[in-house]
């Protein structure tokens, strides 16, 4: 029992360490491939697509990378309208009695206890690129899409809650009631984990934002910016580029798709 | 082999008495398309042969979702939420019926009558999305109707003098 469990172990790290090195490998080589095409065209010519809206019939591809970009210091700490948006969007209506409703998406107030210093920011799924709720899910049902979003399959999903304990953002929800007048693009129920999509439902459709971001720019905060950050001449990777942006525990090296501004 | 021979007739003729019986009994218990009353859709015809759709509905459904929650693809032609725009109507009263009523919504009248038991929607919506939003919104304005009740009684008693 004790050898089959070594042999076990082993396996499984050395599969982990060939399928870790594949991946890098395969990286780097289409990023050097995407900078050698890059270099060879003309100025403002660009070999890849850039493009947002991709055909319905068309798989997603990693060509583009969803993200988004909140300036912390134009989040009102009064205004919860990107909560009740999301909320909206994805039929997220509170349940009467329930005192589990599910959060895809927060507003907190971060506070420096040195300075006294307190911000309001919106909290969500940030959509890593090294997602940690994908490496503990047991069925495969957490899984990251070609474009960058992290996603739940829910018919794969058997609610042990295992990613809700791996995620540093504690950004997922479980839902522990039945529920009912679920909307056709949010389908949800009871048993299975959730958290924010990136709206991806929109995105597919070609909507080009997401529901809060559209929420905050008609509250006229315009602290959200949805895009991709692979198009260097997206608002948000240009936006990136001038002022930076933060991720919220960096230190964990997950490359997180949410960024932070003035934190 | 001549010993063989009628003994060969008797297999031939039960064989074709049990081809006969069997025949018989599955025009006993097949079922009859036009027992079940299932509800008209609102198109003309379905997105594939309707005959086709009987048997195989199920495997196009389950392809279709892996590519849209996996690789983002979302046509409409063997979408769940397609099938249901077309297939789910308003009856006379102008009400959609739910999954629950397996009288008139149209995947319900079909999988009570074969016994099939599926949970797909105890998470998919058993309605088109105007119909889920137009009840939601039903259902907020009574509740602030309710409460508005509850107010203007309470402001009654306050402002009531006192003797």
Known sequence: MNQMNKKYALLSKSEQDVSQGVDKGKRTFIGGLVGASGLAVAPGVMLYQTASAKPVEQAVSNAVRWGMLVNVNQCAEDCDDCVTACNDEHGLWPKEGSTTDSQWIRKLTVKDPSTGNAKSLPMMCQHCENPPCVDVCPTGASFKREDGIVLVNMHTCIGCRYCMMACPYKARSFVHETLENQLPDSPRGKGCVESCNMCVNKIDAGDNTTACAEACSKAGHEAITFGDLNDPESDISTQLKAHGGNQIRADLGLNTGVRYQGL | ?163
């Not at chain 2, 069997?22 to 198109?43: C, F, Q, R, T, W």
């Open chain 2, 1 to 163: 082999m001549r010993i063989l021979l009628p003994k060969l007739a008797v297999i031939k003729h039960s064989l074709a008495l049990i081809l006969v019986l069997i025949l018989g009994m599955s025009s006993v218990y097949a079922v009859d398309e036009h027992a079940i009353n299932v509800p008209a859709p609102k198109g003309e015809e379905c997105v594939e042969d309707a005959k086709w759709m009987r048997v195989n509905h199920f495997k196009t459904v389950l392809n279709h979702r892996d590519d849209t929650v996996i690789r983002g693809i979302r046509t409409t032609k063997h979408s769940l939420k397609n099938c249901i725009d077309c297939h789910i109507t308003p009856n006379e009263t102008g009400d959609y019926a739910r999954y629950s009523n397996s009288e008139e919504h149209f995947c319900a009248s079909c999988h009570t009558t074969a016994a099939v038991t599926i949970d797909c929607f105890s998470c998919h919506a058993d309605r088109p999305e105007h119909v889920i939003r137009a009840a939601r919104q039903q259902s907020q304005l009574e509740a602030l109707k309710e409460n508005s009740v509850h107010v203007s009684a309470t402001e009654l008693i306050l402002n009531t003098p006192q003797p």
